[in-house]
């Protein structure tokens, strides 16, 4: 299927190949898009292009999220290069490791706070801001990442549940914003995926293995799930759908209690 056929997308965030933002590369490669990728610094380019030369990726460049020059620089190389963009995909979220281990109150700081925000939240805006002059009226798409700690409580994900908890909001105020200039926007709320930005939450693996046992499923997901759900939302199939958060999670989500077989 060629379903992003002659899309041109820029997919902010990939870090390694066990990312979700890689997995979401892979899916729109093989529905037919052309992907640029941006890197966080030169520090890290060598990796991104490695991995670049899996997509077809017919562009890279270097963007830092937190600094608003970057972005405009960034889109700047989009516009001379293509000249007009159909989606963006946010894959970006971060907060100092200290705020991810232990009690919420105990952890939290308020120049942790300001960094969750500004990285895991502003960042989308920033982009969507830098963005619009190249994809108005294009029937483009802005897609960024969520998870289940933006509503419910989890343990030691503490700011990171309330950074998403904005982002979210955040969809649903440029979903409204934009919808006039026909750029739709919206989220994907992913379970729990091994990647190197989760390993930072501490227990995560005992998360993983507690999350299979109470989806529906009774499985994790997998990066190229995400992926795919991606490429739909980006897609002219998904033209009717902004403003919405769209669950990847194998239906945790929807359960408040585990088979009462499992309760002794």
Sequence with gaps: MTILQGKKILIVGVANKNS????????MNDFGA?????????????????????WNCSLLTECDVSDDSAIKE????IKD????????????GFAPGNELDGNFV???????FAIAHDI????????????????????SSLLTLSYLGALRTLPNYNVMGLAKASLESSVRYLANSLGKENTRVNAISAGPVRTLAASGVKNFRKMLSYNADRTPLKRNITAREVGDTASFLCSDLASGITGEITY???????????????IS
């Design 81 to 92: 290069k293509w000249g007009h963009l159909d989606g963006v995909v946010h894959a970006v």
């Design 248 to 262: 990847v999670d194998a239906g945790f989500n929807i359960t408040a209690m585990g088979d009462l077989e499992e």
């Design 34 to 54: 052309e992907i640029a990728l941006s890197y966080q610094s030169e520090k890290l380019k060598s990796r991104v292009e490695a991995l670049a030369e899996n």
């Design 106 to 112: 105990d952890a939290s700081t308020r120049e942790g």
């Design 120 to 139: 895991s939240v502003f960042s989308f805006i920033a982009l969507a801001k830098a963005s619009r002059e190249l994809m108005t009226d294009r029937s």
């Design 74 to 77: 960034t889109f700047k190389n």
């Design 20 to 27: 979700i933002a890689a997995g979401i590369a892979e899916s």
